[in-house]
Nanobody, 123 residues
């Protein structure tokens, strides 16, 4: 069974930094992409893609985080990292790890989600 284990959220002051990590637990046949989405609970907003990194290393970022956030991955350990710098109050959200992969060779690619980690940016 594939599970995503997230860590690194917390409370930080505006302008500060946090580093999120997400490790794949359990057996997975292949991973096409890894990344992070975020959601503000109770605000009625849809989930927003924050950053994505493909198996070949190509990356994609939301316009709101470009130049401040950096995503990277450790393919050998099926782990990805999101370095968040110059954090703003509007970055406050639950950050969810995302993996697009195949659990076994017989499976089609499917999304896997972490439970989410809270990031709060406040003075």
């Amino acid at each position: 069974q594939v599970q995503l284990v997230e860590s690194g959220g917390g409370l930080v002051q505006p302008g500060g930094s946090l580093r999120l990590s997400c490790a794949v637990s359990g057996s997975i046949f292949s991973i096409s992409a890894m990344g992070w989405w975020r959601q503000v609970p109770g605000k009625g907003k849809s989930r927003e893609l924050v950053a994505l990194i493909m198996s070949g290393g190509a990356t994609n970022y939301a316009d709101s985080v470009k130049g401040r956030f950096t995503i990277s991955r450790d393919n050998a350990n099926n782990t990805n990292y999101l370095q968040m710098n110059s954090l703003k109050p509007e970055d406050t959200a639950v950050y969810l790890c995302y993996v697009l992969g195949r659990a076994t060779a017989r499976d089609s690619p499917a999304p896997f989600w972490g439970q989410g980690t809270q990031v709060t940016v406040s003075s």
